[in-house]
Protein backbone atom coordinates (compact mmCIF):
# COMPACT_ATOMS: atom_id res chain seq x y z
CA UNK A 1 0.00 0.00 0.00
CA UNK A 2 1.24 3.14 -0.84
CA UNK A 3 2.45 5.74 2.09
CA UNK A 4 0.06 8.74 3.03
CA UNK A 5 3.19 11.00 3.26
CA UNK A 6 4.21 13.34 0.58
CA UNK A 7 7.86 13.14 -0.33
CA UNK A 8 8.23 17.05 1.49
CA UNK A 9 6.76 14.98 4.63
CA UNK A 10 9.64 12.39 4.33
CA UNK A 11 12.26 14.99 3.76
CA UNK A 12 11.10 17.03 6.38
CA UNK A 13 10.85 13.90 9.40
CA UNK A 14 14.35 12.93 8.10
CA UNK A 15 15.60 16.42 9.10
CA UNK A 16 13.80 15.95 12.67
CA UNK A 17 15.79 13.29 13.42
CA UNK A 18 19.34 15.75 13.59
CA UNK A 19 17.46 17.97 15.33
CA UNK A 20 19.42 18.30 19.09
CA UNK A 21 19.58 20.25 22.10
CA UNK A 22 17.28 23.07 20.06
CA UNK A 23 16.68 25.38 23.31
CA UNK A 24 17.49 22.88 26.04
CA UNK A 25 18.04 18.68 26.05
CA UNK A 26 13.79 18.30 25.37
CA UNK A 27 14.79 19.61 22.06
CA UNK A 28 16.19 16.51 21.29
CA UNK A 29 13.86 14.67 18.77
CA UNK A 30 15.64 11.43 19.17
CA UNK A 31 15.11 11.21 22.71
CA UNK A 32 13.52 8.59 25.10
CA UNK A 33 11.41 11.77 26.68
CA UNK A 34 9.32 12.18 23.14
CA UNK A 35 7.98 8.44 23.24
CA UNK A 36 4.00 8.26 23.26
CA UNK A 37 3.90 12.20 21.85
CA UNK A 38 3.25 13.90 18.66
CA UNK A 39 5.74 15.61 16.37
CA UNK A 40 3.26 18.59 17.05
CA UNK A 41 4.02 17.84 20.85
CA UNK A 42 7.88 18.24 19.66
CA UNK A 43 7.81 21.29 17.57
CA UNK A 44 5.48 23.16 20.00
CA UNK A 45 7.44 22.68 22.76
CA UNK A 46 10.93 23.61 21.04
CA UNK A 47 8.90 26.78 19.49
CA UNK A 48 7.93 27.90 22.92
CA UNK A 49 11.74 28.45 23.47
CA UNK A 50 12.86 29.51 20.03
CA UNK A 51 13.90 32.80 21.76
CA UNK A 52 17.06 30.56 23.27
CA UNK A 53 17.84 28.87 20.14
CA UNK A 54 20.97 30.55 18.53
CA UNK A 55 20.79 31.39 15.33
CA UNK A 56 24.26 31.19 14.05
CA UNK A 57 25.19 28.05 16.01
CA UNK A 58 25.68 24.74 14.80
CA UNK A 59 23.39 22.63 16.69
CA UNK A 60 24.33 19.70 14.58
CA UNK A 61 25.14 17.98 11.07
CA UNK A 62 26.38 21.41 9.79
CA UNK A 63 22.44 23.30 10.52
CA UNK A 64 22.28 26.01 11.97
CA UNK A 65 19.52 27.83 14.86
CA UNK A 66 18.13 29.90 11.83
CA UNK A 67 17.80 27.05 9.54
CA UNK A 68 16.06 24.53 12.29
CA UNK A 69 13.63 27.52 13.55
CA UNK A 70 12.85 27.48 9.62
CA UNK A 71 12.01 23.74 9.44
CA UNK A 72 10.16 23.68 12.48
CA UNK A 73 8.18 26.46 11.77
CA UNK A 74 7.07 24.67 8.18
CA UNK A 75 6.06 21.82 9.99
CA UNK A 76 3.45 23.57 12.47
CA UNK A 77 0.79 24.42 9.92
CA UNK A 78 0.84 20.98 8.53
CA UNK A 79 -1.61 18.89 10.49
CA UNK A 80 -0.73 15.73 8.90
CA UNK A 81 2.66 15.69 10.27
CA UNK A 82 1.64 17.20 14.21
CA UNK A 83 -0.55 14.22 14.55
CA UNK A 84 2.03 11.58 13.96
CA UNK A 85 2.57 9.68 16.95
CA UNK A 86 6.25 9.15 18.48
CA UNK A 87 5.84 5.12 19.46
CA UNK A 88 9.65 4.57 20.12
CA UNK A 89 13.04 5.93 20.04
CA UNK A 90 15.64 2.98 19.81
CA UNK A 91 19.56 4.22 20.27
CA UNK A 92 21.78 0.89 19.12
CA UNK A 93 24.85 0.42 22.05
CA UNK A 94 28.20 2.85 21.23
CA UNK A 95 29.80 -0.81 20.66
CA UNK A 96 27.26 -1.16 17.82
CA UNK A 97 28.15 2.55 16.58
CA UNK A 98 25.59 4.45 18.32
CA UNK A 99 23.32 4.71 15.87
CA UNK A 100 19.65 5.97 15.93
CA UNK A 101 16.14 5.32 15.11
CA UNK A 102 12.07 6.15 15.45
CA UNK A 103 9.17 4.12 15.15
CA UNK A 104 6.51 6.43 14.50
CA UNK A 105 2.99 5.97 13.71
CA UNK A 106 0.09 7.95 11.44
CA UNK A 107 -3.12 7.26 13.03
CA UNK A 108 -5.09 9.10 10.28
CA UNK A 109 -4.14 5.93 7.99
CA UNK A 110 -2.54 3.33 10.57
CA UNK A 111 0.93 3.95 8.32
CA UNK A 112 4.13 2.71 10.32
CA UNK A 113 6.97 4.92 10.05
CA UNK A 114 10.41 3.66 10.53
CA UNK A 115 13.29 6.20 10.16
CA UNK A 116 16.57 5.95 10.75
CA UNK A 117 19.10 9.00 11.35
CA UNK A 118 22.51 9.14 9.14
CA UNK A 119 25.69 7.85 10.58
CA UNK A 120 26.40 8.89 14.20
CA UNK A 121 29.92 8.12 14.88
CA UNK A 122 33.33 7.14 13.36
CA UNK A 123 32.68 3.83 14.04
CA UNK A 124 29.17 4.15 11.75
CA UNK A 125 31.64 5.94 8.89
CA UNK A 126 33.58 2.82 8.64
CA UNK A 127 30.98 0.68 8.57
CA UNK A 128 29.70 2.63 5.33
CA UNK A 129 32.84 1.67 3.77
CA UNK A 130 32.61 -1.85 5.52
CA UNK A 131 29.89 -2.71 3.10
CA UNK A 132 33.07 -3.37 0.24
CA UNK A 133 33.52 -6.50 1.72
CA UNK A 134 31.34 -7.96 4.33
CA UNK A 135 27.97 -9.06 2.53
CA UNK A 136 26.28 -7.60 4.90
CA UNK A 137 27.71 -5.23 7.52
CA UNK A 138 27.17 -5.69 11.24
CA UNK A 139 25.55 -2.74 11.15
CA UNK A 140 22.82 -2.91 8.67
CA UNK A 141 22.29 -6.43 10.01
CA UNK A 142 21.52 -4.50 13.83
CA UNK A 143 18.99 -2.32 11.88
CA UNK A 144 16.88 -4.92 10.53
CA UNK A 145 17.19 -7.00 13.93
CA UNK A 146 15.50 -3.80 15.79
CA UNK A 147 12.92 -3.33 12.75
CA UNK A 148 12.01 -7.11 13.23
CA UNK A 149 11.44 -6.55 16.81
CA UNK A 150 8.94 -4.33 16.83
CA UNK A 151 5.40 -4.95 17.26
CA UNK A 152 3.20 -3.31 14.00
CA UNK A 153 -0.14 -4.71 15.03
CA UNK A 154 -2.96 -2.80 13.48
CA UNK A 155 -0.54 -0.84 11.00
CA UNK A 156 -1.89 -1.30 7.44
CA UNK A 157 0.89 -0.08 5.46
CA UNK A 158 5.11 0.09 6.80
CA UNK A 159 7.08 2.68 5.40
CA UNK A 160 10.74 2.83 6.06
CA UNK A 161 13.31 6.07 5.53
CA UNK A 162 16.83 7.14 6.33
CA UNK A 163 18.95 9.93 5.58
CA UNK A 164 22.33 9.18 4.35
CA UNK A 165 23.32 5.84 6.23
CA UNK A 166 20.16 5.53 7.84
CA UNK A 167 19.42 5.70 3.84
CA UNK A 168 21.01 2.47 3.46
CA UNK A 169 20.01 1.39 6.26
CA UNK A 170 16.13 1.52 5.12
CA UNK A 171 16.98 0.29 1.41
CA UNK A 172 18.34 -2.74 3.43
CA UNK A 173 15.57 -3.77 5.45
CA UNK A 174 13.53 -3.36 2.56
CA UNK A 175 14.96 -5.80 0.12
CA UNK A 176 15.42 -7.98 3.16
CA UNK A 177 11.83 -8.12 5.26
CA UNK A 178 8.81 -8.33 2.31
CA UNK A 179 6.59 -6.32 4.95
CA UNK A 180 7.59 -3.28 3.81
CA UNK A 181 5.65 -1.40 1.76
CA UNK A 182 7.64 1.64 0.67
CA UNK A 183 11.05 3.15 1.00
CA UNK A 184 12.22 6.46 0.74
CA UNK A 185 16.48 6.43 1.02
CA UNK A 186 17.45 9.77 1.28
CA UNK A 187 21.12 10.29 -0.10
CA UNK A 188 21.62 7.00 1.24
CA UNK A 189 24.78 4.97 -0.39
CA UNK A 190 23.88 1.61 -2.03
CA UNK A 191 25.53 -2.19 -1.89
CA UNK A 192 28.67 -3.60 -3.68
CA UNK A 193 28.48 -6.53 -6.57
CA UNK A 194 28.78 -9.25 -4.38
CA UNK A 195 25.73 -7.52 -2.26
CA UNK A 196 23.71 -7.53 -5.64
CA UNK A 197 24.46 -11.13 -6.13
CA UNK A 198 23.74 -13.01 -3.06
CA UNK A 199 20.67 -11.33 -2.84
CA UNK A 200 19.84 -10.73 -6.32
CA UNK A 201 16.14 -12.16 -6.16
CA UNK A 202 15.63 -10.44 -3.44
CA UNK A 203 16.35 -7.47 -4.57
CA UNK A 204 14.07 -7.96 -7.86
CA UNK A 205 11.32 -9.00 -5.70
CA UNK A 206 11.19 -5.53 -3.60
CA UNK A 207 13.44 -2.88 -5.45
CA UNK A 208 10.05 -1.49 -7.49
CA UNK A 209 9.07 -0.39 -3.52
CA UNK A 210 12.49 1.61 -2.77
CA UNK A 211 12.17 5.52 -3.95
CA UNK A 212 15.95 7.23 -3.69
CA UNK A 213 15.82 10.79 -2.65
CA UNK A 214 18.82 12.73 -3.91
CA UNK A 215 20.75 16.14 -3.79
CA UNK A 216 21.67 16.67 -7.30
CA UNK A 217 25.59 16.86 -6.29
CA UNK A 218 25.32 14.41 -2.98
CA UNK A 219 28.72 12.85 -2.57
CA UNK A 220 27.28 9.59 -0.41
CA UNK A 221 24.72 8.07 -2.69
CA UNK A 222 27.64 7.57 -5.58
CA UNK A 223 29.25 4.89 -3.11
CA UNK A 224 28.58 1.24 -4.65
CA UNK A 225 25.23 0.02 -6.60
CA UNK A 226 22.42 1.73 -6.24
CA UNK A 227 19.05 -0.04 -5.98
CA UNK A 228 15.67 1.56 -6.75
CA UNK A 229 14.13 4.67 -8.48
CA UNK A 230 16.22 7.69 -8.64
CA UNK A 231 14.72 11.27 -8.09
CA UNK A 232 17.20 13.88 -8.36
CA UNK A 233 16.67 17.59 -6.58
CA UNK A 234 18.19 21.17 -6.53
CA UNK A 235 20.12 21.42 -2.99
CA UNK A 236 21.77 24.62 -1.87
CA UNK A 237 25.06 23.89 -3.26
CA UNK A 238 28.25 26.04 -1.81
CA UNK A 239 27.00 27.78 1.09
CA UNK A 240 28.66 28.20 4.33
CA UNK A 241 29.94 24.63 4.71
CA UNK A 242 31.07 24.59 0.86
CA UNK A 243 30.93 21.07 -1.15
CA UNK A 244 30.12 19.40 2.04
CA UNK A 245 26.54 21.40 1.98
CA UNK A 246 25.34 19.15 -0.41
CA UNK A 247 25.14 16.15 1.99
CA UNK A 248 23.23 17.95 4.96
CA UNK A 249 19.66 16.64 5.75
CA UNK A 250 18.31 20.58 4.57
CA UNK A 251 20.09 20.91 1.23
CA UNK A 252 17.25 19.78 -0.71
CA UNK A 253 14.71 22.40 1.59
CA UNK A 254 13.35 25.87 -0.06
CA UNK A 255 11.66 28.01 1.69
CA UNK A 256 9.43 30.30 0.59
CA UNK A 257 8.32 34.12 1.93
CA UNK A 258 5.85 32.55 3.23
CA UNK A 259 7.62 29.95 5.31
CA UNK A 260 6.69 26.97 3.07
CA UNK A 261 9.13 24.60 2.19
CA UNK A 262 9.21 23.44 -1.21
CA UNK A 263 11.09 20.28 -3.26
CA UNK A 264 12.45 20.88 -6.89
CA UNK A 265 13.26 18.57 -9.31
CA UNK A 266 16.60 18.96 -11.17
CA UNK A 267 17.42 17.50 -14.79
CA UNK A 268 19.66 15.10 -13.01
CA UNK A 269 22.88 14.53 -11.46
CA UNK A 270 25.52 16.75 -11.28
CA UNK A 271 28.14 15.59 -13.99
CA UNK A 272 31.07 15.77 -11.25
CA UNK A 273 29.31 13.40 -9.19
CA UNK A 274 28.29 10.65 -11.94
CA UNK A 275 32.51 10.91 -13.20
CA UNK A 276 32.86 9.64 -9.49
CA UNK A 277 30.75 7.53 -9.39
CA UNK A 278 32.03 5.87 -12.11
CA UNK A 279 35.50 6.18 -11.40
CA UNK A 280 35.20 4.50 -7.69
CA UNK A 281 33.08 1.57 -9.15
CA UNK A 282 35.65 0.42 -11.92
CA UNK A 283 37.95 0.91 -9.49
CA UNK A 284 36.44 -1.21 -6.75
CA UNK A 285 36.23 -3.67 -9.08
CA UNK A 286 39.50 -4.45 -9.87
CA UNK A 287 40.04 -5.66 -6.45
CA UNK A 288 38.82 -9.28 -4.97
CA UNK A 289 36.64 -9.49 -2.47
CA UNK A 290 38.78 -11.19 -0.14
CA UNK A 291 41.31 -8.23 0.01
CA UNK A 292 39.07 -5.22 0.12
CA UNK A 293 39.48 -4.96 3.45
CA UNK A 294 42.29 -3.11 3.60
CA UNK A 295 41.23 -0.78 0.97
CA UNK A 296 38.10 -0.14 2.82
CA UNK A 297 40.09 0.19 6.23
CA UNK A 298 42.11 3.27 4.32
CA UNK A 299 39.13 4.48 2.62
CA UNK A 300 37.10 4.51 5.97
CA UNK A 301 40.12 6.73 7.58
CA UNK A 302 40.41 9.22 4.69
CA UNK A 303 36.23 10.13 4.92
CA UNK A 304 36.95 10.25 9.06
CA UNK A 305 39.65 13.06 8.44
CA UNK A 306 37.95 14.39 5.52
CA UNK A 307 35.21 15.17 7.77
CA UNK A 308 36.61 17.01 9.99
CA UNK A 309 38.62 18.87 7.08
CA UNK A 310 42.21 18.01 8.60
CA UNK A 311 44.33 17.88 5.11
CA UNK A 312 47.31 16.87 7.23
CA UNK A 313 45.82 13.54 8.64
CA UNK A 314 45.01 12.94 5.32
CA UNK A 315 48.36 13.37 4.08
CA UNK A 316 49.64 11.33 7.11
CA UNK A 317 47.11 8.34 6.27
CA UNK A 318 49.15 7.95 2.74
CA UNK A 319 52.41 7.34 4.15
CA UNK A 320 50.73 5.07 6.96
CA UNK A 321 52.21 1.51 6.77
CA UNK A 322 48.37 0.09 7.41
CA UNK A 323 46.89 2.17 4.73
CA UNK A 324 49.93 3.02 1.95
CA UNK A 325 49.64 -0.09 -0.29
CA UNK A 326 46.19 0.68 -0.87
CA UNK A 327 45.95 4.18 -0.75
CA UNK A 328 48.92 4.21 -3.91
CA UNK A 329 46.93 1.60 -5.65
CA UNK A 330 43.79 4.19 -5.37
CA UNK A 331 45.63 7.39 -6.16
CA UNK A 332 47.68 5.49 -9.56
CA UNK A 333 44.56 4.32 -10.41
CA UNK A 334 43.09 7.71 -10.53
CA UNK A 335 46.45 9.16 -12.38
CA UNK A 336 45.80 6.07 -15.02
CA UNK A 337 42.50 7.32 -15.20
CA UNK A 338 43.46 11.00 -15.85
CA UNK A 339 45.10 9.70 -18.80
CA UNK A 340 41.72 7.93 -20.08
CA UNK A 341 39.31 11.32 -18.70
CA UNK A 342 41.26 14.28 -17.90
CA UNK A 343 38.37 15.89 -17.04
CA UNK A 344 38.42 13.64 -13.16
CA UNK A 345 41.24 15.64 -11.44
CA UNK A 346 39.97 18.75 -12.70
CA UNK A 347 36.60 17.50 -11.05
CA UNK A 348 38.79 16.44 -7.59
CA UNK A 349 40.24 20.13 -7.77
CA UNK A 350 36.90 21.66 -7.69
CA UNK A 351 35.27 19.40 -5.39
CA UNK A 352 38.34 19.66 -2.85
CA UNK A 353 38.52 23.50 -3.74
CA UNK A 354 34.69 23.77 -2.50
CA UNK A 355 35.02 21.50 0.42
CA UNK A 356 37.73 23.94 1.92
CA UNK A 357 40.63 21.44 1.97
CA UNK A 358 44.41 22.28 0.86
CA UNK A 359 45.23 21.20 -2.79
CA UNK A 360 48.56 20.94 -2.77
CA UNK A 361 48.44 17.45 -3.21
CA UNK A 362 46.93 18.05 -6.24
CA UNK A 363 49.87 19.74 -7.42
CA UNK A 364 51.89 16.41 -6.13
CA UNK A 365 49.32 14.32 -8.59
CA UNK A 366 49.72 16.81 -11.69
CA UNK A 367 53.63 16.34 -11.35
CA UNK A 368 53.34 12.46 -10.99
CA UNK A 369 51.30 12.59 -13.99
CA UNK A 370 53.98 14.12 -16.22
CA UNK A 371 57.57 12.33 -14.53
CA UNK A 372 56.71 9.10 -13.01
CA UNK A 373 60.02 7.66 -14.43
CA UNK A 374 61.87 10.78 -12.97
CA UNK A 375 60.41 10.20 -9.60
CA UNK A 376 60.95 6.43 -10.33
CA UNK A 377 64.54 6.38 -10.37
CA UNK A 378 65.28 9.45 -8.06
CA UNK A 379 62.05 10.15 -6.09
CA UNK A 380 64.04 8.17 -2.54
CA UNK A 381 66.42 10.99 -2.85
CA UNK A 382 64.37 13.20 -1.04
CA UNK A 383 66.67 16.28 -1.24
CA UNK A 384 67.21 15.83 -5.02
CA UNK A 385 63.68 15.91 -5.57
CA UNK A 386 63.30 18.94 -3.66
CA UNK A 387 66.01 20.57 -6.02
CA UNK A 388 64.35 18.89 -8.63
CA UNK A 389 60.64 20.93 -8.20
CA UNK A 390 61.94 24.13 -7.85
CA UNK A 391 64.01 23.52 -10.79
CA UNK A 392 60.71 23.02 -12.21
CA UNK A 393 58.98 26.20 -10.91
CA UNK A 394 56.66 24.08 -8.63
CA UNK A 395 54.87 26.08 -6.61
CA UNK A 396 56.35 27.14 -3.16
CA UNK A 397 53.49 26.08 -0.75
CA UNK A 398 54.10 22.56 -3.14
CA UNK A 399 57.48 22.31 -2.07
CA UNK A 400 56.63 23.33 1.63
CA UNK A 401 53.99 21.07 1.83
CA UNK A 402 55.90 17.90 1.21
CA UNK A 403 58.90 19.18 3.55
CA UNK A 404 56.46 19.07 5.89
CA UNK A 405 54.89 15.44 4.65
CA UNK A 406 58.71 14.14 4.11
CA UNK A 407 56.99 10.24 4.46
CA UNK A 408 55.07 11.00 1.21
CA UNK A 409 58.02 10.60 -1.52
CA UNK A 410 58.31 6.99 -0.85
CA UNK A 411 54.80 6.84 -1.02
CA UNK A 412 54.91 8.83 -4.37
CA UNK A 413 57.58 6.58 -5.47
CA UNK A 414 55.17 3.93 -4.76
CA UNK A 415 52.46 5.48 -6.89
CA UNK A 416 54.78 5.83 -10.04
CA UNK A 417 55.72 2.00 -9.92
CA UNK A 418 52.21 0.93 -9.82
CA UNK A 419 51.05 3.58 -12.30
CA UNK A 420 52.50 1.42 -15.33
CA UNK A 421 50.79 -2.21 -14.10
CA UNK A 422 47.38 -0.51 -14.00
CA UNK A 423 44.39 -0.57 -16.45
CA UNK A 424 41.91 1.88 -15.89
CA UNK A 425 39.33 0.62 -18.17
CA UNK A 426 39.44 -2.88 -17.60
CA UNK A 427 36.28 -2.78 -15.43
CA UNK A 428 32.68 -0.71 -16.15
CA UNK A 429 31.82 1.96 -13.59
CA UNK A 430 28.10 1.68 -14.13
CA UNK A 431 26.01 0.41 -11.29
CA UNK A 432 25.42 -3.07 -11.24
CA UNK A 433 21.70 -3.92 -12.04
CA UNK A 434 20.27 -6.93 -9.98
CA UNK A 435 18.17 -8.09 -13.63
CA UNK A 436 21.68 -8.30 -15.31
CA UNK A 437 23.34 -9.90 -12.03
CA UNK A 438 20.41 -12.56 -12.76
CA UNK A 439 20.97 -13.10 -16.16
CA UNK A 440 25.14 -13.64 -15.93
CA UNK A 441 24.32 -15.77 -12.69
CA UNK A 442 21.51 -18.14 -15.34
CA UNK A 443 24.18 -18.19 -18.36
CA UNK A 444 26.97 -19.07 -15.57
CA UNK A 445 24.33 -21.90 -14.33
CA UNK A 446 24.20 -23.03 -17.76
CA UNK A 447 27.39 -22.93 -19.07
CA UNK A 448 29.51 -23.42 -15.23
CA UNK A 449 31.04 -19.85 -16.23
CA UNK A 450 29.91 -16.73 -16.34
CA UNK A 451 28.51 -14.61 -18.85
CA UNK A 452 31.59 -12.30 -19.03
CA UNK A 453 34.29 -14.99 -19.26
CA UNK A 454 32.08 -16.87 -22.00
CA UNK A 455 32.15 -13.56 -24.08
CA UNK A 456 35.96 -13.76 -23.93
CA UNK A 457 36.26 -17.15 -24.99
CA UNK A 458 34.19 -16.90 -27.84
CA UNK A 459 35.63 -13.34 -29.05
CA UNK A 460 39.00 -15.72 -28.20
CA UNK A 461 37.80 -18.24 -30.55
CA UNK A 462 36.91 -15.89 -33.25
CA UNK A 463 40.28 -14.00 -33.12
CA UNK A 464 41.40 -17.30 -33.86
CA UNK A 465 39.50 -18.54 -36.63
CA UNK A 466 40.30 -15.23 -38.24
CA UNK A 467 44.37 -15.52 -37.67
CA UNK A 468 43.73 -19.25 -39.46
CA UNK A 469 42.45 -17.95 -41.74
CA UNK A 470 44.37 -15.47 -42.91
CA UNK A 471 47.46 -17.88 -42.51
CA UNK A 472 45.74 -20.65 -44.92
CA UNK A 473 45.07 -17.34 -47.10
CA UNK A 474 49.18 -16.09 -47.06
CA UNK A 475 49.94 -20.37 -47.42
CA UNK A 476 48.26 -20.54 -50.72
Not at 213 to 221: K, L, T
Request: one cysteine or more; aromatic letters at 8%; proline letters at 1%.
Amino acid sequence: MSSSLSLEEIVLINNLLYCENLGGPKGTFLSPVQESKTIGDYVNGVLRKAAEIIDDKEYSSGVTGAEYKEILWSIKPNEHLRNIIIRQIHYESEGAGGGRSAYLFDPSSNEAIIAFKGTQSDAEWIDNVSGLYQVPTEFQNNALNWFQSLDFTGCETITVTGHSKGGNKSKFITIMDDRVDNCFSFDGQGFSDEFIKRYVARIIKNKGKITNIIAESDFVNILLNDVGARQFYLGTNYGRLGFAENHCANAVLFFDSMGAMTLWRSKGQDKKMMDLDIMLNSFIRTYKMDVREKVANMLGNIIVCAKSGDTDRIADTFIDERYMDSAADLLAYILRYKTEKPQMIANVREILKQNGFNTNMLGVIDFVTNHDLIIELIGKNKKAMIAILKKKHVKESLVSFLEKHIGLFDFIVLVAQKMRKIDPLKYSGADLEADDAEKDMEIKGRHGISRRKLSLIVAGAVLAIVILIVLILVIL
